[in-house]
């Protein structure tokens, strides 16, 4: 499966944006997704994942602020982000798996879209 992400951009601080990752080749039905995120000079890190049946998980970071939807006719998953912080900055990567249960790890995911930058001023 073939991941894409995008809806990154420039916002100020407690403002919204929300993140696609579209998906072609296969459905994404029997995957489950996540985002990740890094920012520069860190290590990637989990953000949020939602199962092949919708039960989701976020990262108690984001927890109240993000929130990870899919729409299976659409073959998509988005990130819905709100009261974006400063701290939120980063390049956010989706990842899928071919598993019905979440991962919070990058190396439990085998696909990988390339990346869609967010920038969070103050």
């Known amino acids: 499966v073939q991941l894409q992400a995008s809806g990154g951009g420039l916002v100020q601080a407690g403002g919204s944006l929300r993140l696609s990752c579209a998906a072609s080749?296969?459905?994404?039905?029997?995957?489950?997704v996540a985002w990740f995120r890094q920012a520069p000079g860190k290590e990637r890190e989990f953000v949020a994942a939602i199962s092949s049946w919708s039960g989701t998980v976020h990262d108690d970071s984001v927890k109240g602020r993000f929130t990870i939807s899919r729409d299976n006719a659409k073959n998509t998953v988005y990130l819905q982000m709100n009261s974006l912080k400063p701290e939120d900055t980063a390049v956010y990567y989706c990842?899928?798996?071919?598993?019905?249960?979440?991962?919070?790890?990058?190396?439990?995911?085998?696909?990988w879209g390339q990346g869609t930058l967010v920038t969070v001023s103050s």
């Open positions: 990842a899928a798996r071919a598993r019905l249960l979440v991962g919070a790890r990058v190396d439990e995911y085998e696909n």
């Open positions: 080749g296969r459905t994404l039905t029997a995957y489950a």
